[in-house]
């Protein structure tokens, strides 16, 4: 009874802030002429609704029509029809109104994707994100509305951020989709294949080690290797022709890295992500003899361990799978190198927990003990590196409980 309460109060208290909170955060987003004040409204609303999607009662926190509301306000942003984005506005709101006459004849018509444009441009992709996961496979209606505009960034926006930002507008949409993002699997995959294509094509010219990609050519590059593993995700056999393809876009980085700093570290923890849903999707299609020592020797990740858990999914399903390269002799040491190298990254802290670590550390503890029964336990483990093998030490040797999901 006592938690009853507490999340009837909790939902009360959510529903308060919605009705407060959303109407202002609204208008601030449409009418301020900070940027950085519109991109915290935007922030607030995505907020309000995902803590409305996490609850039992969220039909009664949110209701459709501030839903809506939020949705045309995504419009307006990727229009760029903001007074932050240099739009004069005519509105005068309570909440947000519909689209203006002019607003419904221009559709075509999409932010210019400029330095100004991203950071709403940004925030507006996370609102979409979350407005997706509210709503699951009946987002498909609303998205159709918005694709017009993200196709449009990713052709004219100025900048290649603000393609990038769009492209990551797809990926975040079809996670929420599902199944029911099988259209835009077809129509983006080439798109998607084209723009890395040029982006290498450009690369190749350069003999440097750095390359010439801009930070922004690499933001793209990156943003469309991780949508291209989401797209693999939601609608396998609509990619399955192109696997090969695919995997090799995600493999050439790994093998020849180009470019030094944040974002050519986000190309190759991407290609990381991007191989992973793709054998996770898909193992059968996989050269894994060709992928798997790869993947393997490309970890732990550079910069961005958030997607911890499809690498450590996909690891733990090739296992229970006994895929056939991974129960390799020679493949057994690498994995328990890679997994220990992972487990022992600073960057994996925060995001290596509960069922991801779980999974990781019992794929060693079988390894190991199926290893001990062939008197070959220890040889396995001399061959890593002492401070590979002390990390993997540790971590089989914590306590049943931190291993629980």
């Not at 959303?22 to 601030?28: C, F, H, R």
């Not at 997706?132 to 509305?145: L, M, P, Q």
Request: hydrophobic share 40%; proline share 5%.
């Amino acid at each position: 009874e006592g938690k009853k309460r507490a999340a009837q109060k909790w939902s009360s208290w959510i529903a308060e802030q919605t009705e407060t909170f959303g109407p202002e955060a609204l208008w601030v987003v449409t009418n301020d002429d900070d940027p950085t004040v519109a991109k915290a409204g935007i922030e607030v609303l995505e907020r309000l609704i995902d803590l409305s999607s996490e609850n039992d009662n969220k039909a009664k926190l949110v209701s459709k029509t501030f839903i809506d509301d939020a949705h045309k306000l995504v419009k307006r942003v990727f229009k760029g029809r903001t007074t932050a984005q240099g739009f004069e506005t005519d509105t005068t709101f309570d909440g947000i109104k519909a689209a203006s006459a002019e607003e419904k004849t221009e559709d075509k018509k999409v932010a210019e994707g400029n330095e100004d444009d991203l950071p709403l441009l940004e925030n507006a992709v996370q609102l979409m994100a979350a407005i997706g996961r509210r709503k699951g496979s009946r987002f498909e209606r609303k998205f159709k509305k918005i694709t017009p505009m993200l196709e449009g960034l990713v052709k004219d926006a100025q900048t290649y951020e603000a393609k990038a930002i769009a492209v990551t507008g797809y990926a975040e949409a079809c996670l929420a989709l599902g199944a029911a993002a099988q259209p835009y699997v077809v129509s983006l995959q080439p798109e998607l294949t084209k723009i890395i294509d040029e982006l290498r094509a450009k690369d190749a010219t350069s003999s440097s080690a750095e390359g010439i990609l801009t930070s922004g050519e690499q933001h793209l590059e990156w943003a469309s290797l991780w949508t291209l593993g989401i797209l693999a995700s939601c609608s396998p056999l609509d990619v399955v022709s192109q696997y090969p393809k695919l995997i090799g876009l995600a493999l050439e980085r790994l093998k020849q890295p180009k470019g030094v700093g944040e974002q050519a570290d986000l190309v190759w923890d991407n290609s990381i992500y991007c191989l992973c849903r793709l054998i996770r999707s898909n193992h059968q299609q996989v050269d894994m003899a060709a992928v798997l020592p790869v993947l393997l020797d490309s970890l732990p990740f550079k910069n961005d361990p958030s997607e911890i858990d499809v690498m450590a999914d996909t690891i733990a399903f090739l296992w229970k799978e006994r895929d056939k390269t991974m129960v390799r002799p020679d493949m057994l040491p690498r994995l328990l190198t890679a997994i220990a190298r992972v487990l022992r990254s600073p960057l994996a802290e925060d995001d290596l927990r509960g069922l991801p670590r779980a999974e990781l550390v019992t794929v060693c503890s079988e390894i190991l003990r199926e290893a001990q029964a062939q008197g070959q336990a220890q040889s396995l483990l001399e061959i890593m590196q002492p401070d590979d093998r002390k990390a993997l030490e540790h971590a089989l040797a914590q306590p049943p409980a931190g291993m629980a999901a």
